[in-house]
């Protein structure tokens, strides 16, 4: 029990460790200038495809965040939806009429995949004017110069893609205050911490600028209709087959998250655990236990109790928090609020049974039906469909957003 106790708690220093030099890292990123073009340069067209499944929180505050963007060049915005019957449509369609000269609205055209989110890219792809694909989702909002960094990006023919670290914004209940404490804390950091440290590029949905020329070599979206984390296989096929660089803005985009429960956050890492597992290697997955040390040393100090391992896991615990809470200060507009330290505890403990899961499980209940999950999170066969129908589920609900 020494032997395991003390392994834990090193295990559980070392993660620390990393989690401090990846928020080093957080700051030299964010105090980093944002790339722009020089005033009088040529900017690209831009088309945002933003594929929409329900009424998301705040749909048309986010919709009409996306129709006053500071940019000098062209742009427009497709809104895609499934059918007419989803509740985001009539939105949709006001924020058409309301903004004709930015929004168009596209019906999905055919189901050529599993994957839903990707079933509506191929339509949107097909329905855009310009030549720079920008994928944003519907629960985002973004700061200024968000599209000129893009087009800055692309000036350099090296850059085949663009993506931006996701910080959570607007909590009301405890959990939207998990999901966006992991946003920033976790995803966001852990994105720029690999990127900086380590050169892996980690391409994130909720914000992704292509080129349509190289979507186009890559097979079009219709490549990735059957994978659930198609961002970042898109991003890991622009670096291995077209040879381009993905960069990471040094501006966040913003989750808007009002109202989740803590039942719909656990389920929803539940399913992104098993995309972690299937995307990358056994090495790493189990590497990443690491980045949540807390349950390590806690479990350290139980298999040997004494005032040392004791004060050491006290130690680890409360450094964690302050780790997380300063990463997420760090990554968006708003003040953290005071009960977001408690909702840290709570957050690891539900992603390291979430981890745990990972480890085990490769199906997921993904809107009324059970789905296996290959390798490289391939979507390899339906096993059962519900007799409810969900195809008008939240967009949250999109596992590899």
């Known amino acids: 029990m020494p032997l395991a106790s003390a392994l834990l708690l090193f295990a559980a220093c070392f993660g620390l460790t990393a989690l401090l030099v990846q928020y080093a890292l957080v700051l030299r990123h964010r105090r980093e200038r944002a790339p722009t073009l020089p005033p009088g340069a040529p900017r690209p067209g831009i088309s945002i495809l933003k594929p929409l499944c329900g009424a998301d929180d705040d749909l048309e505050a986010n919709l009409e965040h996306f129709a006053r963007l500071d940019y000098a060049g062209a742009y427009e915005v497709v809104l895609g939806v499934r059918d007419h019957r989803d509740s985001a449509f009539p939105v949709a369609r006001a924020a058409v009429a309301r903004w004709p000269h930015v929004f168009r609205l596209a019906l999905q055209e055919g189901t050529p995949g599993l994957n839903p989110k990707v079933n509506q890219l191929v339509t949107l792809a097909d329905h855009a004017r310009y030549d720079v694909f920008v994928i944003s989702d519907s629960n985002t909002r973004v700061g ?3 599209l000129e960094e893009i087009a800055a990006g692309f000036a350099d023919p090296t850059v085949g893609c663009v993506t931006h670290p996701v910080a959570g914004i607007g909590e009301r209940t405890f959990g939207s205050l998990l999901d966006n404490l992991y946003l920033a804390s976790s995803a966001a950091a852990g994105m720029i ?3 900086r440290f380590a050169n892996q590029d980690i391409v994130v949905g909720k914000s992704m600028a292509l080129r349509r020329e190289d979507v186009e070599s890559l097979g079009g979206f219709f490549s990735v209709r059957d994978v659930l984390a198609e961002d970042y296989v898109i991003g890991q096929w622009v670096t291995r087959k077209l040879g381009r660089r993905v960069v990471v803005a040094r501006t966040p985009v913003f989750n808007v998250s009002l109202g989740k429960s ?5 389920q929803r890492y539940l399913r992104w655990s098993v995309i972690h597992r299937t995307a990358v290697t056994p090495p790493t997955y189990l590497a990443q236990s690491l980045l949540n040390p ?3 040393a806690v479990f350290g100090a139980m298999l040997n109790p004494s005032p040392r391992t004791g004060v050491l896991a006290l ?3 409360v450094g964690k928090v302050l780790v997380d809470l300063a990463a997420f200060r760090a990554l968006r507009p708003q003040p953290v609020p005071a009960w977001a330290p408690p909702a840290v505890l709570v957050k ?4 390291y049974v979430a981890w745990w899961h990972g480890l085990f499980f490769r199906t997921v209940e993904w809107r009324g039906t059970r789905l296996r999950v290959g390798a490289g999170t391939r979507l390899m066969a339906r096993a059962r469909a519900s007799a409810v129908d969900t195809s008008l589920a939240p967009q949250d609900e999109w ?3």
């Open 262 to 266: 803590v039942g719909a956050f656990f």
């Open 144 to 146: 200024p110069g968000y």
């Open 315 to 317: 130690a680890v615990v």
């Open 294 to 296: 807390a349950p390590l």
């Open 193 to 195: 911490g690999a990127k």
């Open 399 to 401: 596992a590899a957003s």
């Open 348 to 351: 690891d403990v539900l992603l």
